[in-house]
């Protein structure tokens, strides 16, 4: 099992609509999880942390852990065709006291105008 | 407050040549890593660097080395250039250690090997 996956997608949505992006991950251990948007040529930006079970809200971005699921998902509401870019899911990572950031591949969202 | 700054932009280097990368990270900012983007692999963690210290290193070979000097400014070196190492390599600065750091990308050097 990939440490962190992701839907490669592509992903297409109206404007206006929500998008859903997904991510699951295989440290039961991980505590602190990432989403980076990715505009083509560009470097990752980040968007959203989330540590806790449950949901958080920022803007029209909601983060959503499920730690016992090991699963993070990515809700963009109303929906714009400035979110499209590839949505990066990060996870942290300890193992043997070290830790590094694990990156999902990436789910490419499209929002159609 | 500025971001974290790379440089070069863009490299092209010729196989079995060696090439250093330069990272500014954001002001105060003592942690930087290193990944290596590709469009088959994703992004992929080199290392770490905090106090001068190499902290963590992902699985790349012996080619692969970096350091980082009292002003928290990072440098990588890839010696014996191949093809594959063709990519974008981005370095993230994060103000400290830990689980629950935030990290921040710079603008990426994008090398190309031929």
């Known amino acids: 099992q990939k440490e962190v996956e992701q839907n490669s997608g592509p992903l297409s949505v109206p404007e206006g609509a929500i998008a859903s992006l997904n991510c699951t991950y295989s440290?039961?251990?991980?505590?602190?999880f990432f989403w980076y948007r990715q505009y083509s040529g560009k470097s990752p930006e980040l968007i959203m942390f989330?540590?806790?079970?449950g949901d958080k809200e920022d803007g029209r971005f909601t983060a959503q852990l499920n730690k016992a699921s090991q699963y993070v998902s990515l809700l963009i509401r109303d929906s714009q065709p400035s979110d499209s870019a590839t949505y990066l899911c990060?996870?942290?990572?300890?193992?043997?006291?070290?830790?590094?950031?694990?990156f999902g591949k990436g789910t490419k969202l499209t929002v159609n105008p | 407050k500025a971001g974290v700054t790379q440089t070069p932009r863009y490299l092209i280097k010729t196989r079995g040549q060696q090439v250093t990368l330069s990272c500014s990270p954001i002001?105060?900012?003592?942690?930087v890593s290193w990944y290596q983007q590709t469009p088959g692999q994703g992004l992929q963690f080199l290392f770490e660097?905090?106090?001068?210290?190499?902290?963590n290193k992902g699985n790349f070979p012996g080619r692969f080395s970096g350091r980082q000097f009292s002003n928290s400014r990072s440098e990588m070196n890839v010696s014996t250039l191949e093809l594959g190492d063709s990519a974008l390599y981005l370095c993230?600065?994060?103000?400290?250690?830990?689980?629950?750091?935030?990290?921040?990308f710079g603008q990426g050097t994008r090398l190309t090997v031929v």
């Open positions: 440290d039961r251990g991980s505590q602190s």
């Open positions: 993230a600065s994060s103000w400290t250690r830990g689980i629950n750091t935030e990290a921040f």
């Open positions: 989330i540590y806790s079970n």
């Open positions: 002001s105060g900012h003592r942690s």
């Open positions: 660097y905090f106090s001068e210290t190499q902290r």
């Open positions: 990060a996870v942290n990572m300890r193992k043997g006291g070290s830790e590094k950031l694990v």
